[in-house]
């Protein structure tokens, strides 16, 4: 990983990780409550399961991406860089779906703010 040149370059990095994985923890609570509350006895093509599934999807790729963001075990930046990148993307996919429910607002909200997080963390790494 890209090694902060001085102290206030490791506040900053250290600052922006954590804000990741708060935003990625807020999303994935955020999706989990949604998923939730979508009807549990639809079948398989109905839109509220394929939102339910991409609810669940999203708060699981963020619970890993925050794990990978608070343990710190030396993983490379190529390596946080890809995991973030995919965090974001998953994020995005699930903010657009989640738009087209009424009342999603907060979940589709949360989820372009770990998008946004992941993408202003991403940035320090460079």
Do not use: H, K
Request: hydrophobic share 35%; proline share 3%; with cysteine.
């Amino acid at each position: 990983m890209t090694s902060p040149s001085s102290q206030q370059d490791l506040y900053r990095f250290l600052e922006d990780r954590f804000a990741c994985a708060q935003a990625c923890t807020e999303c994935a609570r955020m999706c989990a409550l949604r998923a939730g509350t979508l009807d549990p006895g639809g079948t398989s093509d109905t839109e509220a399961d394929r939102l339910r599934r991409t609810g669940i999807m999203c708060a699981e790729v963020c619970d890993a991406t925050c794990q990978n963001l608070t343990e710190g075990t030396g993983r490379d930046a190529d390596g946080l860089r890809d995991r973030l990148e995919w965090c974001r993307t998953v994020c995005l996919g699930c903010a657009q779906a989640f738009d087209a429910l009424p009342g999603a607002e907060p979940t589709a909200a949360a989820c372009r703010a770990c998008a946004a997080a992941c993408t202003d963390f991403m940035a320090v790494l460079d």
